[in-house]
């Protein structure tokens, strides 16, 4: 502890990311990244702009990307926010929208940076138990004596994968229009529907989503937000009084180009739902119980064996998957989806270790 450090700090306690391991030739299933590249035009137009242009600030107001988004999505740029990934987000979203007075509400088994926001902020949280079958319940998200000061949880949740139809966020949004919802959509496009097209008739609806995953550029760190305009309008006060320049040159034309490549994106993550499929299936097979999975990973839980020591053995054969020494969930393994090849070795690991 030093006595240079403000009170703030001593107060934190900082989010743990999944592990980066440094050795080459691993089988990484651990953070949930996307197997195959970013589409090709975002690597030729990142390599184009790695140039001179680079003397020049970015654009403070990333025009290109939000123009960008809007086009796929169907909506306004005023209806964007683009952050330094979705992480970056959720903590503008944390600061410019959450309630102060009145606690935020999330699941109990849910992203865990959410909590972390909360200490840094300084805003209250109550957690809301999933159900037996480590589902989202709805109901219990709608107002019941003492209104939320913002409710906020991913879908498909995360680390279960688990999917909330449509119908039952629309009702949780409808349901509590005095505070604002967000939507962490960080792993929809593996199989969920996206709630984007309800922000056009719910002003309290902030959805995020991210670069990282569908499209394959977590080193390149781009989130957007997609909401009412003034929603967006309290995001960007908050990002202008803190960095007017969130996303670098090569970030904004690397998210514009993958953006725009429909097909490579298509393909590339129905490439991922059929692998997941055939996963889900072999892991079973050795007697897995695995949960349904609208993401780019899977839960799942083995009865005879310890996963903390499934997780371990694995490990002495170069292949890490994510393990979380959480109540309810401690039995559990969060596995990506890989490549074919990464996945067939896993199994194939796991025939041995059983
Ligand atoms: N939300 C959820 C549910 C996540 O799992 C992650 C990735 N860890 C993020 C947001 C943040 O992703 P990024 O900052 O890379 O966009």
């Known amino acids: 502890m030093s006595q240079y450090w403000s009170a703030v700090v001593h107060g934190l306690t900082p989010y743990v990311p999944g592990e980066q391991p440094k050795l080459a030739n691993l089988v990484k299933l651990n953070t949930n990244e996307h197997p195959y590249g970013p589409s090709p035009r975002a690597i030729d137009a990142i390599r184009a702009e790695a140039s001179d242009a680079l003397r020049l600030y970015p654009d403070p107001t990333a025009e290109r990307l939000k123009n960008a988004i809007a086009v796929r999505h169907g909506i306004t740029p005023r209806q964007v926010f683009v952050g330094n990934g979705s992480d970056e987000v959720l903590a503008h979203a944390f600061m410019a929208l959450l309630k102060h007075d009145r606690p935020l509400r999330f699941p109990d088994i849910s992203y865990s940076f959410y909590p972390v926001y909360c200490g840094l902020y300084g805003i209250t949280f109550e957690t809301v138990a999933l159900d037996e079958n480590l589902a989202i ?67 309290n609806l902030l ?99 310890d996963a903390g020591e499934l997780a371990a053995e694995l490990r002495k054969q170069a292949i890490i998957v994510r393990h979380f020494r959480q109540p309810r969930i401690e039995q559990f393994l969060r596995i990506t989806v890989g490549t074919d090849a990464q996945c067939g070795a896993l199994i194939g690991a796991l025939r041995k270790i059983l």
Not at 174 to 186: I, P, S, T, W
Not at 231 to 244: C, Q
């Open 137 to 203: 319940r709805p109901d219990d998200y709608l107002p019941n004596g003492d209104a939320a000061g913002g409710i906020i949880f991913p879908n498909p949740n995360a680390p279960t994968g688990r999917l909330l139809p449509l119908a039952d966020i629309e009702r949780i949004v409808a349901g509590n229009q005095q505070c604002v919802v967000v939507v962490d959509e960080a792993y929809v496009d593996f199989g969920g529907e996206s709630a984007i097209a309800l922000t056009a008739r719910y002003p």
């Open 207 to 305: 959805v995020v989503q991210t670069f990282s995953k569908s499209r394959s550029l977590a080193g390149l760190r781009v989130g957007f937000a997609v909401g009412h305009p003034d929603l967006i309008e309290a995001l960007d006060r908050v990002k202008d009084s803190f960095n007017s320049y969130p996303l670098d040159r090569l970030a904004i034309v690397g998210a514009v180009a993958a953006i725009e490549d429909e097909e490579y994106f298509e393909r590339t993550c129905n490439a991922v739902i059929r692998t997941r499929e055939q996963l889900i299936a072999d892991l079973a097979s050795l007697g897995f119980e695995v949960l349904p999975s609208a993401a780019n990973f899977v839960f799942a839980r083995h009865p005879a064996r």
